[in-house]
C-alpha cells in the first residue's frame, strides 16, 4: 500500500446482505479508536456504499466523470470522523447516483480507492466489503493483501448458510478468520431490559462455528438512527479488545 503505513488490514465482510456489516464495520473501527489506535476505514462496496451515509457526509453534486489518471499523481484525501479516516465512493458520487462503470475499471477503482488514498500513519485499517464472495471481493484480495478478515452474521440458518461460504472463499484465499461478530441477536426490551429472541436461534450443526469460526461478540438489535455515532459502545469496546489481541497474537497488530 504505498500511500499508507498500516500494521494490519482487516476486511470486514459477509455472505448476504441485511445483516448490518457496514454498522458494524464503522463502530468495531470507533471502538479501535478508543483504545488509542489509529484507525482507516475504507467502505469498498462499490455499487451500495453506506459509510457517508452513517456518519452524515454524504455527497448530492453529481459527478460527472470517475478520474482515474491526471497529470501528476492522483491522490485522494480520507474524511476524518470521530478520529477515524474514511474513504468511500460515496465521497466521489452523489449519495442517488448509480455507479455505471464496466467491469475491467472496478479493479481500477479499488486500487485507486487503497493506493491512492492519503492514509497517513494508521495502526489498523478496516475495509468494509461488498457482501458475497464474487468479482468485487476476488479483485480486493488482488489489490491488497489482507492481514485477516472478521465475518459479520445475523442469528438466522440462512444468514449462518451465507458466511460459511465466505468463510470458505477466505480459507480458499488463505486469508486468516479472525472471529466472527453475530449482529441483531436477540431484542433488548426498552422497559425492563430483557433480551427477546426475535429470530429462532441458529441450529447448530448449521452454524458459522461448526466450521471453527470463534464468536467475537453479540450485537443486540436496538433503533439507531444515521449519524448515532454513540452505540452499543460496550459491546464493541468488548469485541475491539479480542480484535486487538487476536492481530497481535497474529503478528500483524
Not at 462455528?209 to 467475537?216: H, I
Request: negative net charge; contains cysteine.
Amino acid at each position: 500500500m504505498s500511500a499508507a503505513v498500516s500494521r494490519s488490514v482487516v476486511a470486514i465482510g459477509s455472505g448476504k446482505g441485511g445483516v448490518g456489516k457496514s454498522t458494524v464495520a464503522l463502530h468495531l473501527a470507533l471502538a479501535l479508536r478508543r483504545r488509542g489506535a489509529a484507525v482507516g476505514l475504507l467502505d469498498a462496496d462499490l455499487y451500495g456504499p453506506d459509510i457517508p451515509l452513517m456518519v452524515n457526509l454524504t455527497r448530492e453534486e453529481h459527478a460527472s466523470r470517475w478520474d482515474f489518471w491526471r497529470k501528476g499523481d492522483l491522490q485522494l484525501e480520507p474524511i476524518e470522523r470521530e478520529g477515524i479516516l474514511i474513504m468511500s465512493a460515496g465521497f466521489l458520487i452523489a449519495e442517488r447516483q448509480a455507479l455505471t462503470l464496466q467491469a475491467p475499471l472496478l479493479t481500477a477503482a479499488l486500487r485507486q480507492l487503497v493506493e491512492h488514498v492519503d492514509w497517513g500513519e494508521i495502526d489498523v485499517l478496516f475495509v468494509d466489503l461488498p457482501p458475497g464472495t464474487a468479482d468485487l471481493q476476488q479483485q480486493l484480495l488482488e489489490v491488497v493483501p489482507l492481514d485477516g478478515a472478521i465475518v459479520v452474521v445475523g442469528p438466522q440458518d440462512v444468514a449462518h448458510l451465507d458466511a460459511r461460504k465466505f468463510v470458505d472463499f477466505l480459507k480458499s484465499s488463505n486469508v486468516p478468520v479472525l472471529g466472527a461478530i453475530e449482529n441483531m441477536r436477540g431484542l433488548l426490551c426498552p422497559h425492563c431490559g430483557k433480551r427477546i429472541e426475535v429470530f429462532h436461534p441458529v441450529r447448530e450443526e448449521r452454524s458459522v462455528w461448526r466450521d471453527g469460526v470463534e464468536l467475537l461478540g453479540t450485537i443486540p438489535l436496538e433503533p439507531v438512527s444515521a449519524g448515532k455515532l454513540e452505540w452499543q459502545t460496550g459491546a464493541f469496546d468488548a469485541i475491539a479488545v479480542r480484535v486487538a489481541d487476536r492481530l497481535d497474537r497474529s503478528g500483524a497488530g
